[in-house]
Each structure stands twice: as C-alpha cells, then as structure tokens.
C-alpha cells in the first residue's frame, strides 16, 4: 500500500489530489468554480489524525472557502516545484503557507524523494567525500542523515547546514516572488517532548525569516506541542497500530490555537 493512502492514520480518511499535481491532500477534490484561499504547507497543515485540521477550523470562522492543501511528508521540494501546487496557490485569493523544514530539500549535498520530501535517496560526490566514513547505503531518511552527521564532533556538519540554509532561502523566495497573492507565512514550533523539549531537527532561523518576509504580507508564529496527553489522543483518529505515530503529531487543541492565531490576520487582509 502507498503512503498516501494509508498516510493519515485515521479510518476511511479521505485524500485527494488535482490536476497537474502529484501530490496528496486532505479531504474529498473540491470544486474550484468559486473563489477560495488555501492552507498549504506539510503534516501539520494536512491535520494527519485529527478530523477538523485548522483549515476546516478557519473555513468556518472566516466564512470564506479554504482549500486544504497540506500535503504528507512535504518539504521544500514539494511545495516550490510541484507545478499542480503551484497553480493552485497562484489562482487563489490568499495563501497561508506553512513554513517548510530545513531538511527535506535536495541540495549540493544530497538528493530527496520529489514528493515525499522525508526520504533521503542519495548523498553526492560531495558528501560522500565530505564524509568518507559514513556508508550513506544505511540511510533512508534525512533526519536519520543530519544525526548521523551531527555524531562527528567537528565543523563539517555546518557547511552542509549553511548549504541547506541558503538553499531554503533561495527555494522559498523564488516560490513567494512567483505568487500574485498575499501569504501569510505560518511558522510553527513544535515542541516534540511533552515535557517541553525542542525536537533536534535544526530550526530555520529568524534570519532566513527575514531573508523572505519581504515578499509575504505576514509572519505568524504559533508555538505548540504534539498530542501525547491521554485527554487529548483519545480525540485523534488512528488506527490500532498507529497510536505511537499520533502521540508525535498535533492534536485538536493545537489546530485550534494555530486557527484562532490566523483569524486575525486573515481578516486584517479583507
């Protein structure tokens, strides 16, 4: 079975893609014979788990229509080069765009699944020689690449980091430019551990923020937490298997806080 079928978890979740794109999104196609605005961005944005995402959440308070067009398992490389996604974006009246991870990118370094932005496919020469006693063969996620990495306790890890970083400046703005519609970009913090900690993942910084804020009619940053609460994962919907992959995604609560943050500032572009 495909990721994208059984990618959300939840029983009977539908998913859906449109023309010109191979990427998956939430919920049943919708009819784009009116106007609409969009939230795009990666799992947070598709609602993996939780049955109203914060899409549906501000379709309801906003009273405009909103296309959900988060995708699973997207990064960098999804949301700037898919030319389906791209069209949907441009032809809407107002884009929410959740900021994109640092690492699933493909880059002077290494090279990612198109689509599912997760997975590592290949070091370069580069790397390879960058790091000649990493067997890169063992490595099929890009999260798995960066703490193989981060294990050797030199500078090496930051030319690839400072790669990644440009490169993300570079994809980011070139995606906002080509858009004629105001985006308020979505920049979420994710505390992974219940108990508060940041998720190693390196961040993207204030200042590739700045680089590209420019060319977005807003920034709106949410801090919030994964679901792990007992209280709250009995709201999400997941398979029987599927329970320990839920307790590390956003619950309801979260798709609520990020949707209230959001109201404002969509109103204020009216």
Known sequence: MSYHQSGSGEPGHEVCQYDGSRLWFWGARRVLDQPYMVCAGGDEAFGRFVERPFATLLEERTDRRVLNLGCLFSGVDALCLDSGLFD?????????????????????????????????????????????????????????????????????????????????????SALLQRLDVPVILLRLQVLRDPGGADHPEPDVTDAMI?????????????????????????????????????????????????????????????
């Not at 209280?231 to 609560?253: K, N, R, S, V």
């Open 210 to 270: 700045e680089e590209v804020l420019p060319f977005c009619a807003q920034c709106v940053d949410v801090t919030t937490q994964v679901c792990g609460q007992p209280d709250e994962i009995e709201d999400m919907l997941f398979g029987t298997l599927h329970q320990p992959m839920a307790e590390h995604m956003i619950g309801p609560a979260a798709h609520r806080a990020i949707a209230a943050a959001l109201v404002g500032p969509i109103q204020n572009l009216n």
């Open 88 to 172: 949907l974006l441009k032809r809407s009246e107002l884009c929410v765009l959740q900021v994109p991870g640092l690492l699933g990118q493909t880059n002077h370094f290494y090279r990612v699944h198109p689509r599912r932005n997760d997975r590592f496919l290949e070091p370069t020469a580069d790397l390879a020689g960058l790091y000649p006693e990493i067997d890169f063969t063992e490595v099929h996620f890009v999260r798995h690449l960066m703490t193989c990495l981060q294990r050797f306790p030199d500078a090496r890890v930051e030319v690839v980091l400072d790669e990644l970083r440009r490169n993300w400046i570079r994809q980011v």
